[in-house]
């Protein structure tokens, strides 16, 4: 069955540049998939970076309160007056972060003042622990880092965070032009897409193998890939679509744009405030939450101007029954009275797109299974990926290419693979080096960040030195395969929590962690064989075909 296609000028061009597009950002574009893929999960493997974290919390169990009254004991030079921003623990992240901001000149504590200096100027993360009501300095950096820093790395590596002052614009214009490759991809396929489709088969030549592998796959994650082009491009590019909206619609004014769809961030205090000392408790206005709105979780507690009658609480909520669930509340702590309002199922137009954008992109409704279908999604999107870098190499493995240009386009390609296939073992040894080097160093995160970034230079460099695309992709599901197997070993050496002691102990986000190592490193061992067996068929294949060549001539 064949659909009305385009012309054929038509399609020379968008063929051109939909090749030239993807392969220009396909090596970004793998890293933002993978790391994305790893990033959809960084709440459920928090309990297993943080051993810490691995404890049961109950429904309500934060005590605001309390944790407001150590920082004042404990730190001293923290300015209570300025933004006290606390996130309480969930099941899965059972600590609780707390960010508070520094006086204007710290006093003689100078544990306190390296402290500061080695989190961020003027700035300092703790983190609360339920159980032992203990309140100490973290080595987290932002407001969504953590004591630990696998999930931290992953979620900045798919944004290129890394890469100081361009790394976000580069990330977004990669998913702009991603979106774009994905659009001529469509037009260019079109004609036959149908047919394609259901001939998809892993018999022929690899050419053909790669090239049914890139119109399948890219047919079925179409839909998941445009939304993240989409998305991706909007939070990496916001500030180009943001300041021209604000031009038009609110005349430039910054402040009344944020009125509009972020009212939280434009709440005013009066710095002469009279000081007040009868503010009502924390605690028991969040509690009221859990009373008048139903299905609600809290996420993050902001208090402003503490000690001053203006006090100001900032509740954001999260339904997380319906889609694009999130909410924010204003409260006085002086009389307990909501001021700014958006409830989840009370949003305007403008605040809801924006929310929906969030929880499209963070996948952020529909569960755990749905945080699945997207993990397999992003996979699939690095499968596309890595055979359309495949097909532009063997399209050019033709007799009106030269040696030289043929070498080169192998030079290119064998780039592309070890930086992309080096990634996954890499990430493996990311999780090994959290676990085997010492949380009680002070520049632990610094260490295991470098051996990760330091990992996958070498296996980079390792892997140009394979002679082809077949062998290099061979070996290094091998390594993955074997250090996936070592992950849960060493989870189990250094913490004793083993997969059979998690299970029975009920720590499920551990033992799933463990487990899904164990199957990477079967699946990478099979998948290896695989392509071992599959390259010897090829061999005879075009052996045979030589032979026959050979003898048609004679």
């Not at 710290?106 to 703790?126: C, F, H, Q, Y």
Request: hydrophobic share 45%; net charge positive; glycine share 6%.
């Amino acid at each position: 069955m064949k659909l009305k296609g385009l012309s054929n000028r038509a399609f020379n061009i968008f063929f051109h540049t939909h090749t030239v597009a993807g392969i220009v950002i396909s090596f970004a574009l793998y890293i933002i998939f993978f790391a994305g893929a790893f990033t959809i999960f960084r709440s459920e493997f928090y309990q297993w970076e943080n051993p810490e974290a691995r404890i049961s919390l109950t429904k309500n169990a934060v005590e605001y309160d309390q944790i407001i009254q150590k920082i004042k004991q404990q730190y001293p030079d923290v300015d209570t007056e300025k933004d006290i921003i606390m996130r309480p623990g969930t099941a899965k992240e059972p600590l609780t972060s707390v960010w508070v901001s520094m006086k204007d000149k710290v006093g003689k504590n100078k544990n306190l003042k390296k402290e500061v200096k080695k989190a961020r100027a003027e700035s300092l993360e703790l983190v609360y622990h339920p159980i032992n009501k203990t309140l100490k300095v973290s080595e987290g950096k932002n407001q969504e880092s953590s004591p630990t820093t696998i999930g931290e790395t992953l979620f900045r590596l798919h944004y290129f965070s890394q890469i100081p002052l361009i790394g976000s614009y580069l990330s977004g214009l990669v998913a702009f032009f991603f979106l774009f490759a994905s659009i001529t991809g469509v037009l260019i396929h079109w004609r036959n897409i149908i047919t394609k489709f259901y001939g998809f088969s892993v018999k022929g030549t690899w050419k053909q193998v790669w090239t049914n592998a890139h119109t399948v796959f890219g047919l079925i994650g179409l839909p998941f890939q445009m939304m993240y082009a989409v998305t991706g491009a909007f939070y990496c590019l916001s500030i180009l679509l943001l300041a021209p909206a604000t031009l038009v619609f609110f005349n430039g004014d910054q402040k009344a744009a944020f009125a509009a769809f972020r009212p939280d961030r434009v709440i005013e205090v009066n710095e002469k405030s009279p000081i007040s000392t009868t503010l009502k408790p924390v605690n028991g206005i969040v509690n009221e939450f859990y009373k008048t709105i139903p299905d609600i979780e809290v996420t993050r507690v902001t208090v402003k101007h503490l000690g001053r009658e203006d006090a100001i609480l900032t509740v954001y909520v999260q339904d997380e029954t319906i889609f694009n669930g999130n909410g924010v509340v204003g409260v006085t702590l002086k009389d307990g009275k909501r001021g700014m309002e958006v409830l989840p199922r009370e949003k305007t137009y403008i605040q809801a797109v924006l929310g929906g954008i969030g929880s499209l992109h963070f996948a952020e409704f529909g569960g755990i299974a749905l945080k699945v279908i997207f993990f397999i999604l992003a996979l699939i999107t690095c499968f596309i990926i890595i055979s359309g870098v495949l097909i532009w190499k063997e399209a050019r493995n033709k007799k009106e290419y030269t040696d030289k240009q043929k070498r080169f386009h192998h030079r290119i390609t064998m780039w592309y693979l070890a930086i992309c296939f080096g990634l996954f073992p890499a990430t493996a040894i990311l999780f090994i080096s959290e676990r085997a080097i010492p949380m009680a160093l002070k520049n632990h995160s610094s260490l295991v960040n470098t051996t990760f970034f330091v990992s996958w230079l070498i296996l980079m460099i390792l892997g140009l030195f394979w002679k082809n695309e077949s062998l290099l992709t061979k070996r290094f599901l091998y390594i993955n395969g074997f250090l996936s197997l070592i992950v849960p070993i060493f989870n189990g050496i250094s913490t004793g929590d083993w997969l059979w002691k998690t299970l029975v102990n009920q720590q499920f986000y551990v033992a799933a962690v463990d487990i899904f190592w164990l199957l990477t490193a079967l699946i990478s061992i099979v998948l290896a064989s695989n392509i071992l067996n599959k390259s010897d068929e090829m061999k005879k294949i075009k052996t045979v075909s030589t032979i026959k060549s050979n003898e048609q001539l004679a």
